[in-house]
């Protein structure tokens, strides 16, 4: 039996689509003006008359920035950042959210520890305090200066162990009774059920590793162990010409400020890009398990 949409439905659902597409065109149109302004000459940005379309089409601002050894170094690096840093700080949140997720009568000082992670969001040593530690433990200028500093972010073992908390109490009950420990109830049942909201702490991670670019700056002592974030925020934002050969000042000179952030935007947004698609199902999955009641 076909449905028949009475008027009102169809005012509603006419505005609906109307106001999501007009909302997504406020979404879309700004990078697709960035894109633009990446692909235009130095001087048709800085007058102002680039809108949605290149003016005097050039890749200048692109090879800028990666025809270049010191980029793709930095690209490497930061490579390995968002690998080393998303599988160690995956790790640690987990197994940090699991025993915090527990009842006090399971876990005795549980409401202890909980307090003393939400402690450091609201307090922390400062700039030097935090500084002066990494070059205590031998940390300068390494790869792991850059992963283990954040290694735990309070914040996803808050939204981690609330997703736990969450979970019926008889999956431990029945993990017990069948003889798992903690380790078999943690990669077992755990991990598999919290995927959704797994994958959504991993991108937030990936795009914080990626993203970052101010410890770069003060952890490392060479530019060649520069991170792409920092990489580009030195040699295009700060034009730092000790680094660049003259056939590269000449580049610059086809560029603007402006054409060489627009790259760097895309450059830098294409690697989390690239990822969302495989991490999007799961984003799917979690907005589902929460609409369905059994």
Not at 3 to 9: E, P
Not at 157 to 164: G, H, K, R
Not at 193 to 215: E, G, K, R
Not at 266 to 287: D, T
């Amino acid at each position: 039996m076909a449905y028949k949409m009475s008027l009102g439905r169809k005012m509603f659902m006419a505005f609906n689509y109307t106001f999501l597409g007009v909302l997504s065109l406020l979404c879309v149109l700004p990078l697709i003006h960035i894109l633009a302004l990446s692909f235009s000459s130095g001087a048709a940005a800085a007058a102002g008359e680039v809108t949605l379309w290149p003016i005097n089409f050039t890749t200048a601002a692109y090879q800028n920035i990666i025809n270049k050894t010191e980029y793709l170094t930095a690209f490497w690096i930061s490579i390995q950042r968002v690998v080393l840093g998303t599988t160690i700080s995956m790790l640690l949140v987990i197994l940090t959210a699991y025993p915090l997720s527990k009842e006090s009568n399971l876990f005795q000082f549980r409401t202890f520890y909980a307090w003393f992670y939400v402690f450091t969001i609201f307090f922390g040593g400062g700039l030097i305090p935090w500084y002066m530690t990494i070059k205590a433990v031998g940390l300068m200028d390494t790869i792991w200066a850059l992963v283990l500093p954040t290694a735990v972010p309070v914040f996803n073992v808050i939204l981690l162990l609330n997703f736990y908390r969450n979970l019926p109490k008889e999956l431990d009950e029945s993990a017990k009774i069948d003889g798992a420990g903690h380790w078999t109830t943690i990669w077992k049942i755990y991990v598999p059920l919290s995927m959704p909201a797994l994958a959504t702490l991993i991108l937030f991670t990936m795009v914080m590793h990626w993203n970052s670019w101010f410890d770069g700056l003060v952890l490392m002592n060479r530019p060649e162990h520069y991170p792409l974030q920092t990489f580009l925020q030195t040699i295009v934002i700060s034009r730092d010409l000790r680094y660049l050969t003259s056939q590269e000042i000449q580049l610059l000179a086809l560029i603007s400020d402006r054409t060489s952030i627009a790259a760097q935007i895309f450059v830098a947004a294409f690697p989390i890009l690239a990822v969302y698609p495989f991490l999007q199902k799961f984003f799917i999955k979690g907005i589902v398990m929460g609409s369905v009641k059994e």
